[in-house]
Protein backbone atom coordinates (compact mmCIF):
# COMPACT_ATOMS: atom_id res chain seq x y z
CA UNK A 1 0.00 0.00 0.00
CA UNK A 2 1.34 3.67 -0.89
CA UNK A 3 -0.20 6.87 0.50
CA UNK A 4 -1.39 9.36 -1.14
CA UNK A 5 1.42 11.64 -2.43
CA UNK A 6 1.78 14.82 -0.70
CA UNK A 7 2.32 18.07 -1.76
CA UNK A 8 5.26 20.59 0.09
CA UNK A 9 3.56 23.52 1.38
CA UNK A 10 5.41 26.08 -0.63
CA UNK A 11 4.19 29.15 1.37
CA UNK A 12 5.68 27.44 4.44
CA UNK A 13 9.39 26.78 2.21
CA UNK A 14 8.88 30.64 1.07
CA UNK A 15 8.51 32.10 3.95
CA UNK A 16 11.51 30.65 5.62
CA UNK A 17 13.44 31.07 2.69
CA UNK A 18 13.02 35.11 2.69
CA UNK A 19 14.16 35.55 6.31
CA UNK A 20 17.64 35.28 4.88
CA UNK A 21 20.45 35.62 7.79
CA UNK A 22 22.30 38.86 8.58
CA UNK A 23 25.75 39.49 7.09
CA UNK A 24 27.93 37.20 8.70
CA UNK A 25 31.46 36.10 9.72
CA UNK A 26 31.80 32.36 10.71
CA UNK A 27 34.71 31.16 12.32
CA UNK A 28 35.52 27.22 12.24
CA UNK A 29 37.52 26.23 15.39
CA UNK A 30 39.30 22.55 13.77
CA UNK A 31 38.97 23.74 10.03
CA UNK A 32 41.71 21.22 9.01
CA UNK A 33 39.33 18.28 10.55
CA UNK A 34 37.22 15.95 8.92
CA UNK A 35 34.18 17.54 9.75
CA UNK A 36 34.81 20.98 8.51
CA UNK A 37 35.59 18.80 5.04
CA UNK A 38 33.37 16.76 4.59
CA UNK A 39 29.68 18.41 6.21
CA UNK A 40 30.51 22.40 7.17
CA UNK A 41 31.98 23.49 3.89
CA UNK A 42 29.85 21.21 1.61
CA UNK A 43 26.59 22.41 3.64
CA UNK A 44 27.71 26.11 3.79
CA UNK A 45 27.85 25.60 0.20
CA UNK A 46 24.73 24.33 -0.53
CA UNK A 47 23.18 26.59 1.41
CA UNK A 48 24.57 29.58 -0.64
CA UNK A 49 23.37 27.34 -3.55
CA UNK A 50 20.14 27.24 -2.83
CA UNK A 51 19.98 31.38 -2.10
CA UNK A 52 19.62 30.75 1.85
CA UNK A 53 22.69 32.83 2.32
CA UNK A 54 22.88 36.36 1.99
CA UNK A 55 25.02 38.40 -0.49
CA UNK A 56 27.70 39.14 1.79
CA UNK A 57 29.58 36.52 4.43
CA UNK A 58 33.12 35.50 5.39
CA UNK A 59 34.26 31.99 6.68
CA UNK A 60 37.55 31.94 9.12
CA UNK A 61 39.41 28.54 9.12
CA UNK A 62 41.41 28.30 12.56
CA UNK A 63 43.74 24.64 13.38
CA UNK A 64 47.04 24.37 13.99
CA UNK A 65 48.43 23.16 10.58
CA UNK A 66 50.14 25.96 9.21
CA UNK A 67 48.64 26.99 5.40
CA UNK A 68 48.29 29.79 3.49
CA UNK A 69 44.31 31.37 2.80
CA UNK A 70 44.93 30.15 -1.09
CA UNK A 71 46.09 26.32 0.05
CA UNK A 72 42.95 25.96 2.53
CA UNK A 73 41.09 27.87 -0.02
CA UNK A 74 41.65 24.80 -2.13
CA UNK A 75 41.06 21.94 -0.06
CA UNK A 76 37.87 23.25 0.83
CA UNK A 77 37.22 23.59 -2.89
CA UNK A 78 37.72 19.76 -3.14
CA UNK A 79 35.92 18.86 0.05
CA UNK A 80 32.60 20.72 -2.04
CA UNK A 81 33.49 18.87 -4.63
CA UNK A 82 33.57 15.83 -3.35
CA UNK A 83 30.85 15.88 -0.33
CA UNK A 84 28.13 18.65 -1.09
CA UNK A 85 24.88 17.20 -2.43
CA UNK A 86 24.79 19.91 -5.17
CA UNK A 87 26.50 20.33 -8.81
CA UNK A 88 29.79 22.48 -8.56
CA UNK A 89 29.70 25.86 -10.07
CA UNK A 90 32.72 27.47 -10.44
CA UNK A 91 31.11 30.89 -10.77
CA UNK A 92 29.84 30.39 -7.61
CA UNK A 93 32.61 29.27 -5.56
CA UNK A 94 34.67 31.94 -6.53
CA UNK A 95 32.34 34.14 -4.80
CA UNK A 96 32.59 32.33 -1.35
CA UNK A 97 36.37 31.49 -1.87
CA UNK A 98 36.82 35.69 -1.83
CA UNK A 99 35.41 35.90 2.17
CA UNK A 100 37.26 33.14 2.96
CA UNK A 101 40.42 33.12 5.02
CA UNK A 102 42.18 31.24 7.14
CA UNK A 103 44.52 31.43 11.07
CA UNK A 104 47.33 28.96 11.95
CA UNK A 105 47.19 28.38 15.55
CA UNK A 106 47.31 26.62 18.37
CA UNK A 107 43.16 26.66 18.90
CA UNK A 108 43.57 29.30 21.52
CA UNK A 109 46.46 31.28 22.19
CA UNK A 110 47.10 35.07 23.11
CA UNK A 111 48.85 35.74 19.65
CA UNK A 112 46.18 33.27 17.86
CA UNK A 113 43.38 35.07 18.94
CA UNK A 114 44.96 38.85 18.30
CA UNK A 115 45.67 37.43 14.76
CA UNK A 116 42.31 35.60 14.51
CA UNK A 117 40.87 39.30 15.78
CA UNK A 118 42.37 41.25 12.90
CA UNK A 119 41.47 39.19 10.51
CA UNK A 120 37.70 39.25 12.05
CA UNK A 121 38.12 43.37 11.47
CA UNK A 122 39.28 43.02 8.26
CA UNK A 123 36.02 41.02 6.97
CA UNK A 124 33.37 42.96 9.03
CA UNK A 125 35.06 46.24 6.96
CA UNK A 126 35.46 44.75 3.50
CA UNK A 127 32.08 42.67 3.56
CA UNK A 128 30.34 45.13 5.71
CA UNK A 129 28.87 42.32 8.32
CA UNK A 130 28.37 44.51 11.16
CA UNK A 131 30.44 42.34 13.80
CA UNK A 132 27.87 39.18 13.64
CA UNK A 133 30.02 36.70 14.40
CA UNK A 134 28.97 33.08 14.69
CA UNK A 135 32.57 30.57 16.32
CA UNK A 136 32.09 26.72 15.86
CA UNK A 137 33.96 24.72 17.85
CA UNK A 138 34.47 21.71 16.34
CA UNK A 139 37.64 20.79 18.60
CA UNK A 140 38.12 18.00 21.13
CA UNK A 141 36.42 19.06 24.47
CA UNK A 142 40.00 20.22 25.97
CA UNK A 143 40.34 22.96 23.64
CA UNK A 144 37.18 24.14 24.49
CA UNK A 145 37.55 25.81 27.70
CA UNK A 146 40.98 28.07 26.28
CA UNK A 147 39.05 28.93 23.21
CA UNK A 148 35.91 30.10 24.73
CA UNK A 149 37.29 32.52 27.10
CA UNK A 150 39.76 33.75 24.86
CA UNK A 151 37.00 34.85 22.20
CA UNK A 152 35.09 35.28 25.25
CA UNK A 153 37.36 38.23 26.41
CA UNK A 154 37.76 39.49 22.75
CA UNK A 155 33.16 40.13 22.35
CA UNK A 156 33.11 41.91 19.65
CA UNK A 157 31.07 45.58 20.86
CA UNK A 158 28.47 44.93 17.68
CA UNK A 159 26.46 42.92 16.12
CA UNK A 160 25.23 39.86 17.61
CA UNK A 161 27.69 36.69 18.58
CA UNK A 162 26.55 32.95 18.63
CA UNK A 163 28.67 29.90 19.11
CA UNK A 164 28.29 26.49 18.16
CA UNK A 165 29.73 23.79 19.90
CA UNK A 166 30.13 20.29 18.77
CA UNK A 167 29.65 16.67 20.31
CA UNK A 168 30.80 15.55 22.52
CA UNK A 169 29.84 18.48 25.36
CA UNK A 170 32.03 16.93 28.54
CA UNK A 171 33.16 13.31 28.91
CA UNK A 172 30.49 13.02 32.39
CA UNK A 173 28.54 15.18 34.11
CA UNK A 174 30.72 17.22 35.79
CA UNK A 175 32.72 17.66 32.74
CA UNK A 176 29.66 18.96 31.36
CA UNK A 177 28.84 21.22 33.96
CA UNK A 178 32.22 22.69 33.78
CA UNK A 179 32.19 23.71 30.40
CA UNK A 180 28.52 25.14 30.99
CA UNK A 181 29.82 27.18 33.57
CA UNK A 182 32.85 28.27 31.74
CA UNK A 183 30.85 29.29 28.50
CA UNK A 184 28.07 30.87 30.63
CA UNK A 185 30.91 33.24 31.81
CA UNK A 186 30.76 34.97 28.63
CA UNK A 187 27.63 33.83 26.68
CA UNK A 188 24.18 33.64 27.44
CA UNK A 189 22.18 30.36 27.50
CA UNK A 190 20.57 31.67 23.68
CA UNK A 191 23.68 32.85 22.33
CA UNK A 192 24.59 29.03 22.43
CA UNK A 193 24.17 26.05 20.11
CA UNK A 194 25.05 22.55 21.81
CA UNK A 195 24.85 20.41 18.47
CA UNK A 196 23.54 17.12 18.21
CA UNK A 197 23.12 16.93 14.23
CA UNK A 198 20.70 14.15 14.66
CA UNK A 199 17.73 16.94 15.70
CA UNK A 200 19.02 18.23 12.04
CA UNK A 201 17.90 15.26 10.17
CA UNK A 202 14.43 15.52 8.10
CA UNK A 203 13.44 12.26 9.50
CA UNK A 204 13.82 13.57 13.15
CA UNK A 205 12.07 16.38 12.49
CA UNK A 206 8.97 14.63 10.78
CA UNK A 207 8.42 13.31 14.20
CA UNK A 208 6.97 15.62 15.94
CA UNK A 209 5.39 16.72 12.75
CA UNK A 210 3.91 13.15 12.76
CA UNK A 211 2.92 13.13 16.18
CA UNK A 212 1.36 16.50 16.87
CA UNK A 213 0.00 17.56 13.28
CA UNK A 214 -1.50 14.28 13.02
CA UNK A 215 -4.58 13.51 14.84
CA UNK A 216 -4.71 10.05 15.52
CA UNK A 217 -1.21 8.95 17.40
CA UNK A 218 -1.91 10.91 20.24
CA UNK A 219 -4.27 9.23 21.66
CA UNK A 220 -3.01 6.05 21.60
CA UNK A 221 0.92 6.76 22.20
CA UNK A 222 1.07 6.23 25.72
CA UNK A 223 0.69 2.63 28.46
CA UNK A 224 -2.29 1.84 27.16
CA UNK A 225 -1.77 1.07 23.92
CA UNK A 226 2.34 0.34 23.33
CA UNK A 227 3.18 -2.51 24.71
CA UNK A 228 7.19 -1.00 24.32
CA UNK A 229 9.59 0.93 22.36
CA UNK A 230 12.62 -0.08 20.28
CA UNK A 231 15.46 2.54 19.29
CA UNK A 232 18.63 1.02 17.33
CA UNK A 233 21.20 3.04 15.99
CA UNK A 234 23.06 -0.02 13.80
CA UNK A 235 26.45 1.17 11.65
CA UNK A 236 28.20 -1.22 9.98
CA UNK A 237 30.82 0.81 9.93
CA UNK A 238 33.79 0.71 12.54
CA UNK A 239 35.81 3.50 14.18
CA UNK A 240 36.90 4.68 10.87
CA UNK A 241 40.58 5.78 12.48
CA UNK A 242 39.30 7.58 15.18
CA UNK A 243 40.70 5.37 18.22
CA UNK A 244 41.94 8.10 20.32
CA UNK A 245 38.70 9.30 20.28
CA UNK A 246 36.81 6.33 20.67
CA UNK A 247 38.95 4.87 23.16
CA UNK A 248 37.76 7.43 25.43
CA UNK A 249 33.98 7.60 24.22
CA UNK A 250 32.69 4.37 23.82
CA UNK A 251 29.33 3.70 21.88
CA UNK A 252 27.80 4.92 25.46
CA UNK A 253 28.88 8.52 25.17
CA UNK A 254 29.52 8.58 21.47
CA UNK A 255 25.89 7.98 20.24
CA UNK A 256 24.07 7.02 23.44
CA UNK A 257 24.10 10.16 25.71
CA UNK A 258 22.93 12.40 22.68
CA UNK A 259 21.53 11.28 19.60
CA UNK A 260 19.80 8.14 20.93
CA UNK A 261 18.63 9.92 24.13
CA UNK A 262 17.40 12.67 22.10
CA UNK A 263 15.39 10.30 19.69
CA UNK A 264 13.75 8.94 23.19
CA UNK A 265 12.74 12.39 24.32
CA UNK A 266 11.26 13.02 20.92
CA UNK A 267 9.72 9.97 21.06
CA UNK A 268 8.48 10.06 24.48
CA UNK A 269 7.63 13.82 25.20
CA UNK A 270 4.35 15.90 25.90
CA UNK A 271 2.79 18.12 22.94
CA UNK A 272 4.76 21.35 23.41
CA UNK A 273 2.70 24.12 23.15
CA UNK A 274 4.80 25.77 20.08
CA UNK A 275 7.34 24.93 17.79
CA UNK A 276 9.62 26.97 19.88
CA UNK A 277 13.02 26.56 21.29
CA UNK A 278 11.67 26.86 24.74
CA UNK A 279 8.66 25.02 24.38
CA UNK A 280 10.22 21.90 22.65
CA UNK A 281 13.10 21.88 25.25
CA UNK A 282 11.43 22.07 27.96
CA UNK A 283 8.79 18.90 27.17
CA UNK A 284 12.38 16.86 26.25
CA UNK A 285 13.85 17.63 29.41
CA UNK A 286 10.73 16.80 31.45
CA UNK A 287 11.37 13.11 29.25
CA UNK A 288 14.86 12.75 30.32
CA UNK A 289 13.80 13.86 34.16
CA UNK A 290 11.39 11.23 34.41
CA UNK A 291 13.93 8.04 33.70
CA UNK A 292 15.01 6.51 36.45
CA UNK A 293 18.58 4.95 36.74
CA UNK A 294 18.70 0.71 35.13
CA UNK A 295 19.85 -1.44 37.22
CA UNK A 296 23.37 -2.73 36.06
CA UNK A 297 21.37 -6.09 34.59
CA UNK A 298 19.58 -3.65 32.59
CA UNK A 299 22.57 -1.99 30.70
CA UNK A 300 24.39 -4.51 28.53
CA UNK A 301 27.63 -3.68 26.24
CA UNK A 302 29.44 -5.40 23.32
CA UNK A 303 32.54 -5.08 21.52
CA UNK A 304 32.99 -6.61 18.16
CA UNK A 305 35.82 -8.78 16.89
CA UNK A 306 36.79 -9.69 13.91
CA UNK A 307 33.81 -11.12 10.89
CA UNK A 308 32.43 -9.88 7.83
CA UNK A 309 30.76 -6.74 6.53
CA UNK A 310 29.23 -7.09 2.87
CA UNK A 311 31.65 -10.12 2.41
CA UNK A 312 34.58 -8.25 2.97
CA UNK A 313 36.27 -9.22 5.84
CA UNK A 314 37.05 -6.71 8.15
CA UNK A 315 39.26 -6.58 11.47
CA UNK A 316 38.18 -6.67 15.30
CA UNK A 317 38.30 -3.53 17.49
CA UNK A 318 41.69 -4.79 19.40
CA UNK A 319 42.92 -4.62 16.02
CA UNK A 320 41.93 -1.41 14.83
CA UNK A 321 45.26 0.73 14.56
CA UNK A 322 45.98 2.58 17.86
CA UNK A 323 43.22 0.73 19.71
CA UNK A 324 45.08 -1.14 22.83
CA UNK A 325 45.18 -4.69 22.73
CA UNK A 326 43.45 -5.12 26.14
CA UNK A 327 40.59 -2.77 25.30
CA UNK A 328 37.52 -2.97 27.62
CA UNK A 329 35.91 0.13 25.43
CA UNK A 330 32.44 -1.03 24.42
CA UNK A 331 31.14 -0.88 20.57
CA UNK A 332 28.00 -1.22 21.94
CA UNK A 333 25.53 -0.85 24.46
CA UNK A 334 21.78 -2.13 24.98
CA UNK A 335 19.69 -1.40 28.05
CA UNK A 336 16.00 -1.42 28.95
CA UNK A 337 15.49 2.18 30.42
CA UNK A 338 11.67 3.38 31.59
CA UNK A 339 10.06 6.70 31.47
CA UNK A 340 8.18 7.02 34.57
CA UNK A 341 5.28 9.43 34.20
CA UNK A 342 1.51 8.74 33.69
CA UNK A 343 2.21 8.64 30.24
CA UNK A 344 4.81 5.89 29.89
CA UNK A 345 4.56 4.31 33.20
CA UNK A 346 5.97 0.69 33.19
CA UNK A 347 6.54 0.64 29.13
CA UNK A 348 9.94 -0.25 28.38
CA UNK A 349 11.78 1.95 26.10
CA UNK A 350 15.14 -0.81 25.15
CA UNK A 351 17.22 0.88 23.09
CA UNK A 352 20.65 -0.08 21.14
CA UNK A 353 23.58 1.37 19.32
CA UNK A 354 26.57 -0.46 17.90
CA UNK A 355 29.44 -0.21 15.39
CA UNK A 356 30.41 -2.93 12.84
CA UNK A 357 26.66 -4.53 12.73
CA UNK A 358 25.60 -5.80 9.87
CA UNK A 359 23.60 -3.06 8.45
CA UNK A 360 23.13 0.74 8.97
CA UNK A 361 19.77 1.39 10.37
CA UNK A 362 18.66 3.92 12.62
CA UNK A 363 15.31 3.48 13.50
CA UNK A 364 12.33 3.80 16.19
CA UNK A 365 9.88 0.94 16.68
CA UNK A 366 6.48 2.01 18.37
CA UNK A 367 4.98 -1.67 19.23
CA UNK A 368 1.44 -1.75 19.95
CA UNK A 369 -0.37 -3.92 22.49
CA UNK A 370 -1.76 -7.34 20.54
CA UNK A 371 -5.37 -6.90 19.16
CA UNK A 372 -7.52 -8.45 22.48
CA UNK A 373 -9.27 -11.14 21.12
CA UNK A 374 -8.93 -12.54 17.47
CA UNK A 375 -12.03 -13.59 16.78
CA UNK A 376 -10.40 -15.62 13.64
CA UNK A 377 -9.00 -19.36 13.96
CA UNK A 378 -5.59 -19.45 14.42
CA UNK A 379 -3.37 -20.92 11.60
CA UNK A 380 0.05 -19.39 12.21
CA UNK A 381 1.77 -16.85 14.69
CA UNK A 382 1.43 -14.49 11.96
CA UNK A 383 -2.07 -13.55 13.09
CA UNK A 384 -1.10 -12.69 16.61
CA UNK A 385 1.80 -10.25 15.35
CA UNK A 386 1.23 -6.61 17.21
CA UNK A 387 1.06 -3.68 14.82
CA UNK A 388 4.29 -1.64 15.08
CA UNK A 389 4.67 1.38 13.41
CA UNK A 390 8.04 2.19 12.07
CA UNK A 391 10.11 5.01 11.91
CA UNK A 392 12.98 5.10 9.51
CA UNK A 393 15.17 7.88 10.57
CA UNK A 394 17.80 5.93 8.28
CA UNK A 395 18.60 4.84 5.41
CA UNK A 396 14.95 3.92 4.04
CA UNK A 397 14.06 7.42 5.50
CA UNK A 398 9.94 6.70 5.64
CA UNK A 399 7.43 5.69 8.01
CA UNK A 400 5.69 2.20 8.25
CA UNK A 401 2.44 0.54 9.85
CA UNK A 402 2.45 -3.14 9.64
CA UNK A 403 -0.99 -4.58 10.12
CA UNK A 404 -2.59 -7.89 9.81
CA UNK A 405 -4.52 -8.53 6.86
CA UNK A 406 -6.22 -11.05 5.06
CA UNK A 407 -4.35 -13.36 2.59
CA UNK A 408 -6.86 -13.57 -0.57
CA UNK A 409 -8.46 -16.65 -1.13
CA UNK A 410 -10.93 -19.27 0.99
CA UNK A 411 -10.53 -19.01 4.52
CA UNK A 412 -9.30 -16.61 7.03
CA UNK A 413 -5.30 -16.59 7.16
CA UNK A 414 -3.72 -13.54 8.33
CA UNK A 415 -0.30 -12.08 7.02
CA UNK A 416 1.31 -8.84 8.50
CA UNK A 417 1.68 -6.09 5.60
CA UNK A 418 3.12 -2.61 5.22
CA UNK A 419 1.54 0.74 5.19
CA UNK A 420 4.66 2.81 4.01
CA UNK A 421 5.48 6.07 2.99
CA UNK A 422 9.02 6.85 2.07
CA UNK A 423 9.82 10.43 1.47
CA UNK A 424 11.32 9.58 -1.54
CA UNK A 425 8.15 8.35 -2.96
CA UNK A 426 5.82 11.00 -1.44
CA UNK A 427 7.99 14.10 -1.96
CA UNK A 428 10.61 13.32 -5.14
CA UNK A 429 13.43 15.55 -3.84
CA UNK A 430 16.64 14.90 -2.08
CA UNK A 431 16.68 15.58 2.07
CA UNK A 432 19.00 18.18 3.20
CA UNK A 433 22.18 17.53 5.38
CA UNK A 434 21.47 17.74 9.17
CA UNK A 435 24.08 20.14 9.29
CA UNK A 436 22.71 22.95 6.29
CA UNK A 437 19.38 22.89 8.65
CA UNK A 438 21.45 23.21 11.99
CA UNK A 439 23.99 25.94 10.44
CA UNK A 440 20.89 28.06 8.76
CA UNK A 441 18.94 27.80 12.15
CA UNK A 442 21.76 29.29 13.92
CA UNK A 443 22.04 32.10 11.62
CA UNK A 444 18.35 33.01 12.01
CA UNK A 445 18.98 32.32 15.88
CA UNK A 446 16.20 29.83 16.30
CA UNK A 447 17.75 27.14 18.65
CA UNK A 448 14.59 24.56 18.80
CA UNK A 449 17.23 22.05 17.13
CA UNK A 450 19.80 22.13 19.47
CA UNK A 451 20.51 21.41 23.47
CA UNK A 452 20.31 23.40 26.02
CA UNK A 453 22.39 23.25 29.28
CA UNK A 454 19.82 21.72 31.48
CA UNK A 455 18.76 18.58 28.93
CA UNK A 456 22.82 17.92 28.30
CA UNK A 457 22.94 17.80 32.23
CA UNK A 458 20.37 15.03 32.68
CA UNK A 459 21.84 12.67 29.25
CA UNK A 460 24.62 12.90 31.29
CA UNK A 461 23.67 11.94 34.55
CA UNK A 462 21.92 8.94 33.35
CA UNK A 463 24.64 7.85 31.43
CA UNK A 464 26.98 8.12 34.58
CA UNK A 465 24.52 6.17 36.34
CA UNK A 466 24.78 3.12 33.60
CA UNK A 467 27.91 3.22 33.26
CA UNK A 468 29.19 3.43 36.87
CA UNK A 469 28.95 -0.52 37.43
CA UNK A 470 31.17 -1.22 34.15
CA UNK A 471 34.26 -0.13 36.52
CA UNK A 472 33.32 -3.16 38.78
CA UNK A 473 33.27 -6.23 36.28
CA UNK A 474 35.19 -7.33 32.76
CA UNK A 475 32.63 -8.76 30.16
CA UNK A 476 34.88 -10.89 28.05
CA UNK A 477 35.25 -8.81 24.99
CA UNK A 478 35.25 -8.88 22.23
CA UNK A 479 31.53 -10.63 22.77
CA UNK A 480 29.96 -10.38 18.87
CA UNK A 481 31.76 -10.82 15.28
CA UNK A 482 31.65 -7.86 12.84
CA UNK A 483 28.52 -8.21 10.41
CA UNK A 484 26.43 -9.59 13.33
CA UNK A 485 23.55 -8.16 15.42
CA UNK A 486 25.50 -7.97 18.40
CA UNK A 487 26.02 -9.64 21.37
CA UNK A 488 24.11 -12.39 22.89
CA UNK A 489 23.43 -10.65 25.55
CA UNK A 490 21.74 -7.85 24.16
CA UNK A 491 19.49 -10.67 23.03
CA UNK A 492 18.99 -12.18 26.88
CA UNK A 493 18.33 -8.66 27.85
CA UNK A 494 14.41 -8.88 25.49
CA UNK A 495 13.99 -12.47 26.28
CA UNK A 496 13.90 -12.04 30.00
CA UNK A 497 10.76 -10.55 28.82
CA UNK A 498 9.12 -12.70 26.58
CA UNK A 499 10.39 -10.34 23.83
CA UNK A 500 13.21 -9.99 20.97
CA UNK A 501 14.46 -7.41 19.25
CA UNK A 502 12.62 -6.34 15.94
CA UNK A 503 13.37 -8.83 13.01
CA UNK A 504 15.31 -7.19 10.31
C1 LIG B 1 28.64 10.80 15.21
C2 LIG B 1 29.49 9.76 15.87
O1 LIG B 1 28.14 11.70 16.17
O2 LIG B 1 27.55 10.18 14.55
C3 LIG B 1 29.97 8.72 14.86
O3 LIG B 1 30.60 10.36 16.51
C4 LIG B 1 28.81 8.17 14.09
O4 LIG B 1 30.67 7.68 15.52
C5 LIG B 1 27.94 9.28 13.53
O5 LIG B 1 29.31 7.36 13.04
C6 LIG B 1 26.68 8.73 12.91
O6 LIG B 1 26.02 9.76 12.25
P1 LIG B 1 25.01 9.45 11.05
O7 LIG B 1 24.43 10.77 10.70
O8 LIG B 1 25.84 8.83 9.95
O9 LIG B 1 24.02 8.48 11.61
Known amino acids: MTVTEVVPNPLAE ?3 ARRTPEPFVLTIFGASGDLTQRKLIPALYSLASRNYLPE ?15 AWRERM ?14 ELWDRIAAGMRYVATEFADEPGE ?15 TAGNRVYYLAVPPSAIQTIVTEIGKRRSAQGWTRLIVEKPFGHDLDTARELNTCIREYFAEEEIYRIDHYLGKET ?8 FANGIFEPIWNRQFVDHVQITVAESLGIEGRASFYEQAGAIRDIVQNHLLQLLALTAMEPPIEFSAEAVRNEK ?6 MHTPGPKNVVRGQYGPGFIEGKEVAGYREEPDVAAESMTETYVAAKLYVDNWRWADTPFY ?17 FKRAPHPPFEVHSAEALRPNVLLLHIQPDEGVSLAVGAKVPGQGMTIRT ?8 GAFRTGLPEAYERLLLDCLLGDATLFTRADEIEEQWALVDAMVGPWKRDRPAFPNYGAGSWGPAVADELLHRDGRSWRRH
Open 351 to 367: IRAGKRLARRETTIAIQ
Open 56 to 70: RFGIVGVARTEMSDE
Open 204 to 211: VQNMLVLR
Open 417 to 424: VHMDFLYG
Open 114 to 128: DRLGTVLGELDRELR
Open 285 to 290: VKVLRS
Open 77 to 90: REAVKDHARDEFRP
Open 14 to 16: GLR
